[in-house]
Structures are given as C-alpha cells and as structure tokens.
Nanobody, 124 residues
Framework: QVQLVESGGGLVQAGDSLRLSCAAS????????MGWFRQAPGKEREFVAR????????AYADSVKGRFTISRDNAKNTVYLQMNSLKPEDTAVYYC?????????????????WGQGTQVTVSS
C-alpha cells in the first residue's frame, strides 16, 4: 500500500513557475514508477509526465515538453514536478500516481495509487 500526498499548488500568473511535490509513504518507494496527471474542469484526466523507478527514464506530454521537469528523490520518498513558463491552459488539479513497475506509462488506467490532488491556477 502506498499513500501519496501532493503539495505546492497555487495561483500564479502566466509565465511564472511552480514546483509540485508528492510525498509517498512506505519503504518501497523506489520500486514504484511515478506519474503526474492533471484534470481541468469538464475534461478527462490526462497524462503530464512519468518517471521510472530509478529516475533515469522520463516522458512528457507534448503540451508540457520543454517547460515541465519530473524528478524524484528516493531517499526522501518524494517525486517533483517543476513547472516553468506556465500558461492559463495548465490550470487544473494535478495528481501524482504510483505503479509497481520499472517505467510506468502514460495511461491513467496503469496506476494503482493516487494522491488527492493539488490545484494549480494560472491567470492570464
């Protein structure tokens, strides 16, 4: 069992940066691939980024590539999402997710554990 708690969301202006954190419980954090997803009002939850259990393999949605960076610190049981050059269309609730896997995937259905989400609002 893994419990995930996101933090770091907030209200920012377009062009600003935010760093989201996701703290995981349990002693086997390094065995889980991690992902970040987001859900805007009236839309389906969508993939943002994923990172392998070791941290050496990452993938991003085209909409955030070059602006967002996913990373993890297995010693701290934490995964991060650094978001730069934020745009109003990045406004959403952001969720982290975990799956017992080497690489994870871009699919919502792959992940077994989810956090409660953190709101990110980007004003124009």
């Amino acid at each position: 069992q893994v419990q995930l708690v996101e933090s770091g969301g907030g209200l920012v202006q377009a062009g600003d940066s935010l760093r989201l954190s996701c703290a995981a419980s349990g002693r086997t954090f390094s065995a889980y691939a991690m992902g970040w997803f987001r859900q805007a009002p009236g839309k389906e939850r969508e993939f943002v980024a994923r990172i392998s259990r070791s941290g050496d393999n990452t993938a991003y949605a085209d909409s955030v590539k070059g602006r967002f960076t996913i990373s993890r610190d297995n010693a701290k049981n934490t995964v991060y999402l650094q978001m730069n050059s934020l745009k109003p269309e990045d406004t959403a609730v952001y969720y982290c997710a975990a799956v017992w896997s080497i690489y994870g995937s871009t699919s919502v259905n792959t992940y077994d554990y989810w956090g409660q989400g953190t709101q990110v609002t980007v004003s124009s």
